[in-house]
């Protein structure tokens, strides 16, 4: 079947590692079953995976991607959690367990035509939802949800202020839509103009460049960036306020501005992915409030090289979604 695959680990040229090709059907194992994939999306992750991160080179070939959306074995039309849970483990929040992994870490990925799961982890697709939006849900729009809604403390009937750090990512931007569905006052930066100008026409209350200082202190930031805006981000709260940080693109070690937490009561908080319930939740906001997943790009999965240049070169404001 046609695949994206990790064939080599490149840290400074992840596309060198990338084969769009055939590659071998899936494998059920007990308890799992197939999805026929009708489109998926690309994440950072997938090459941070082409640079070795999460993937040593013994796990190699390895079918890239988190997201998809499909029909099921049983012919029902489903959303994949991408989290898989040590079964072992028997329940609570597959987030916190140490044995979980994403697909395409260690079992293959959802960029194909096929893929396998456990049953469990697959949530119905509501009618309302196109295969393309629903594909955009799992990993970035999963993380933004927890992130937002369940890590950021604010009050759940609006009225909170936050930041997005990094307007045109693929969290960034659930972030930002989610925080305006939630009723939240939401600021976003950006290195770019247009993604700032784009930030606004989706509803951002304010748009500034890169570490600018803005009007008023915020009660959160949605960190993804890292390195380069860590000290922004900490500048940017009030007393008492949270950094809520699921990523570090841009490097993970900046100066800890360890003075201003503990002297504001600042707190950082982390947080990965979200459960399969919070993905249901997910689903269901999106289904009532008729929010959707900004998508930047879909083409097919034979062009999947085309969109991974546009994800390593930075130049997406949205998703990237792929067709078999
Ligand atoms: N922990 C989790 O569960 C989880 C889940 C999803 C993603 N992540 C992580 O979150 C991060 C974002 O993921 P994504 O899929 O949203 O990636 P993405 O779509 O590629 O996000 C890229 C964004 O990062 C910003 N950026 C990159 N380098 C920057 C720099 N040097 N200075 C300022 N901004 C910079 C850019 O914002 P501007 O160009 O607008 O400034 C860009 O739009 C990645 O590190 C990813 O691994 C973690």
Not at 165 to 174: E, H, R
Not at 203 to 223: F, N, Q, Y
Not at 279 to 303: K, S, Y
Request: proline content about 7%; hydrophobic content about 40%; overall charge negative.
């Amino acid at each position: 079947m046609l695949a994206a695959a990790a064939v080599s680990i490149n840290p400074d040229d992840p596309l060198a590692g990338l084969v769009v090709g055939d590659q071998p059907e899936p494998v059920v194992p007990e308890g799992w079953t197939t999805v026929t994939v009708r489109a998926a999306a690309l994440n950072h992750h997938d090459l941070f995976s082409l640079r070795g991160v999460g993937l040593p080179p013994e796990r190699l070939p390895m079918i890239l991607g988190c997201d998809a959306a499909g029909v099921s074995a049983d012919g029902d039309e489903v959303i994949v959690h991408a989290v898989i849970g040590d079964p072992a483990r028997g329940g609570g929040d597959e987030t916190l367990d140490p044995k979980r992994t994403l697909l395409s870490e260690l079992h293959p990925g959802t960029l194909a035509e096929r893929i396998a799961v456990p049953r469990g982890n697959l949530v119905p697709k509501p009618a309302a939802l196109s295969w393309e939006e629903a594909a955009c849900l799992p990993t970035a729009w999963l993380t933004a949800y927890r992130m937002v809604v369940n890590r950021a403390g604010l009050p759940a009937g609006g009225g909170g202020t936050l930041l997005v750090q990094g307007a045109g990512g693929g969290v960034s931007t659930a972030a930002l839509v989610i925080g305006k569905a939630a009723g939240h006052t939401v600021f976003v930066t950006s290195r770019g103009e247009s993604k700032r100008r784009r930030a606004l026409e989706l509803g951002a209350d304010l748009a500034v460049e890169s570490g600018a200082r803005l009007p008023k202190r915020v009660d959160a930031v949605i960190e993804t960036v890292g390195a380069a805006t860590w000290s922004h981000s900490v500048r940017s709260l009030r007393p008492g306020g949270r950094i809520v940080c699921s990523g570090a693109t841009s490097g993970p070690n900046p100066p800890a501005e360890l003075n201003r937490i503990f002297f504001l009561q600042l707190s950082v908080i982390g947080s990965t992915m979200g459960t399969r319930g919070e993905l249901a939740d997910l689903v269901e906001l999106l289904d009532h409030t008729g929010t959707r997943p900004l998508i930047d790009d879909v083409r097919p999965l034979t062009d999947a090289r085309a969109s991974f240049e546009r994800l390593a070169d930075g130049e997406v404001f949205g998703k990237l979604v792929l067709t078999p």
